[in-house]
């Protein structure tokens, strides 16, 4: 007897057998049991509800406990690495699942108080078990080391469950037990050893699927209930969502509540999106999982919706994410946005996608440009620049969009244009006041033409007078302007009421007069002349489209995603700059190829109806809402 007891102790000094862990009762000096109870059971000292051991740092070792579950709807199990309530590990039985489905063995990481566990379903986080018996004690041991950890379930000698991937990394923390404060699940004969010894194979890797999407933006945390899903959203609504670049984990997953606050009612739903590359228009499959309501919408138009939630297709389903669902997307030459809804009730945040098909990440070239000067914040909502080579001035457009949309008189009309020296310098603020919400502008001789809510609007240049306004008959919204060599001016109507009613406008001959009217004309908004064509910002499907002055055959250059496709203009050596008012900026060329130059929507600055100065390189950017102009030089 003493040779055996010396051999153990020798074992124990050399650290190869593990100190003996010992039962830890369930006392107020040990656990704060405040949201359970302590009572007799089955001939035991037992524990039901939530307790949490009390001055303990755990990251590697063994917990054990036995657990007395009858097969009722209970989760009982053991919360481990404890950072904060609201991020841990969890494991936990379904009893009621035992002996019936591969899922009775749960672990789940907790995010942000989610527990995620129809994100992480199958090998690595579920197991199935026999049908565990009644009216007994079921003896769990929870091994835990590193990023690893293994359950064992009675007296198995091999795991029942592996989990190969603990999500939190290698953390540590508290431990608690989990369970409802009622005699339906009891605990017994809790122990915890603290181990770094323990050994484990060498885990399989995380693996994405082939062609999944691993970058996205994500936005704030809205009230689903305040959120309209039918449609896209508004462009105010795209440019304050506060987007954040999120990286999906190693299976393609995005858990949203690793980085979002998930609540019931404020905060259960987020928009996710992806801009892609496609170098010719293409049909593409795109396969998707998410939990647990989506609404997916391509270049702005809604192509499906659905709810995935737990029982809600049947009282079995649990809504498990997966690439489970399918839509084929018709990408256009250029970028594309995929653009999501995801809402969350229960069990889990999250999504993740896949293309099959040849699509690229959009080219970024933000060094290309260099801030020059900018003003300050002085103008009211400044919405278009326009360069006077003759005078060396630049006019700025005061949109105010405080603007009554019913005024009628002009001491109610709120809009000016300012003067700007070409090295920022604000010559004249208010040069031309009286002004209702003025937009785009063109300039011919010694006339400035605006377009307010209802004229066409010539001023005097030499006396800043307003000269004359032409009516613009049943127009909702115009916006831009550009003239032609013989004088003819071409306006934009960006109508949202009646999108299949835009049109646009031409000056001729001192009246403005309906020019075309089509149904792939949809909330035109940027427009510049060149030679025989117009091109024009088709805000409506996002695309940057060109229209015959003669034949009248509208031909797409490329498209820019969904967003407004604000300013545009050539930039002297055959192709074009092209803004959304969002915030980007894009080089496109006449091929329709497309390079990002700028974009500075996390910034909260617009990138309105711009102007280029081929001989200077010089852009200069009206801000919109941050009530600045900008001015960036062209490198190279």
């Not at 950890?149 to 508290?174: C, P, Q, T, W, Y």
């Not at 609404?295 to 939630?309: M, Y």
């Not at 509208?554 to 002297?572: E, H, M, N, Q, Y």
Request: aromatic residues 10%; contains cysteine.
């Amino acid at each position: 007897m003493m040779r055996g007891l010396t051999t153990c102790a020798l074992l124990l000094a050399a650290g190869i057998l593990a100190p003996q862990a010992e039962m830890i009762p369930f006392d107020e000096a040990h656990w704060d049991l405040s949201r359970g109870r302590v009572f007799e059971h089955m001939g035991r000292q037992a524990f039901a509800g939530i307790a949490t051991l009390k001055d303990v740092d755990f990251q590697n070792g063994v917990i054990e406990v036995d657990i007395a579950s009858p097969h009722v709807k209970t989760y009982p199990g053991i919360l481990f690495r404890v950072q904060s309530r609201d991020d841990y590990e969890r494991f936990y039985i379904r009893p009621h699942r035992s002996g019936h489905y591969p899922d009775a063995l749960q672990y789940v990481p907790v995010f942000n108080r989610v527990a995620g566990w129809q994100l992480y379903h199958g090998e690595g986080c579920t197991a199935g078990i026999d049908r565990l018996p009644e009216d007994a004690w079921i003896h769990v041991r929870l091994e835990v080391s590193g990023s690893q950890a293994r359950i064992f379930i009675g007296e198995s000698e091999s795991a029942n469950l592996e989990v190969h991937h603990l999500r939190h990394g290698v953390s540590r923390g508290g431990v608690a037990l989990f369970g409802p404060n009622d005699p339906s699940i009891c605990y017994s004969n809790f122990s915890l050893r603290h181990d770094d010894t323990l050994v484990f194979d060498e885990p399989p890797p995380l693996v994405a699927p082939e062609g999944a999407i691993m970058e996205w933006e994500l936005s704030r945390a809205y009230p689903s209930t305040r959120v309209n899903r039918s449609r896209y959203p508004r462009f105010y609504s795209i440019f304050y969502a506060d987007w954040e670049n999120v990286v999906a984990d190693s299976t393609g997953l995005v858990d949203i509540a690793r980085h979002r606050a998930w609540n019931r009612s404020g905060a259960d739903l987020v928009l996710a999106r992806k801009i892609i590359r496609s170098d010719e228009a293409q049909r593409v499959k795109f396969s998707f999982g998410y939990s647990d309501q989506i609404d997916l919408f391509l270049n702005g138009r809604k192509l499906f919706a659905a709810s995935s939630a737990y029982q809600y297709r049947d009282p079995s389903f649990v809504g498990a994410v997966d690439l489970y669902d399918h839509a084929y997307l018709e990408l256009e030459k250029g970028l594309n946005e995929i653009f999501m809804m995801v809402s969350e009730a229960f069990g889990g945040w999250g999504f993740m996608g896949t293309i099959e098909g040849q699509v690229t990440e959009p080219i970024r070239q933000h060094d290309r440009l260099e801030k020059a000067w900018e003003t300050e914040a002085e103008f009211l909502t400044p919405e278009s620049v326009l360069y006077d080579p003759k005078r060396e001035v630049l006019y700025v457009s005061n949109f105010d969009n405080r603007f009554k949309q019913d005024a009628t008189e002009e001491s109610e009309f709120t809009g000016y244009i300012s003067r700007l020296s070409l090295d920022g310098e604000i010559t004249d603020l208010r040069w031309v006041s009286s002004l209702h919400a003025p937009c785009g502008l063109a300039l011919r001789g010694d006339r400035l033409y605006t377009v307010e809510r209802r004229n066409l609007t010539e001023i005097d240049i030499k006396s800043g007078d307003i000269r004359k306004r032409y009516p613009i008959p049943g127009a909702d919204f115009p916006n831009d302007i550009d003239v032609t060599e013989s004088g003819d001016i071409y306006i934009t109507d960006t109508s949202s009421s009646a999108p299949l009613d835009s049109r646009i406008y031409r000056f001729h001959r001192g009246e403005v007069v309906p020019w075309e009217r089509r149904r792939d004309i949809v909330r035109a908004n940027g427009i510049l002349v060149d030679g025989g064509e117009i091109l024009f910002g088709n805000t409506g499907d996002g695309c940057l489209k060109s229209i015959n002055l003669e034949t009248r055959c509208v031909r797409t250059v490329t498209s820019l995603g969904a967003g407004v496709v604000d300013g545009i203009r050539k930039d002297g050596e055959g192709s074009y700059f092209v803004s959304h008012w969002e915030g980007q900026l894009y080089h496109v060329t006449s091929q329709g190829d497309v390079v990002e130059i700028l974009d500075t929507m996390r910034e909260k600055q617009n990138s309105a109806d711009f102007e280029y100065i081929p001989e200077q390189r010089l852009l200069v950017i009206p801000t919109f809402v941050d009530n600045r102009v900008v001015a960036y030089r062209l490198r190279g």
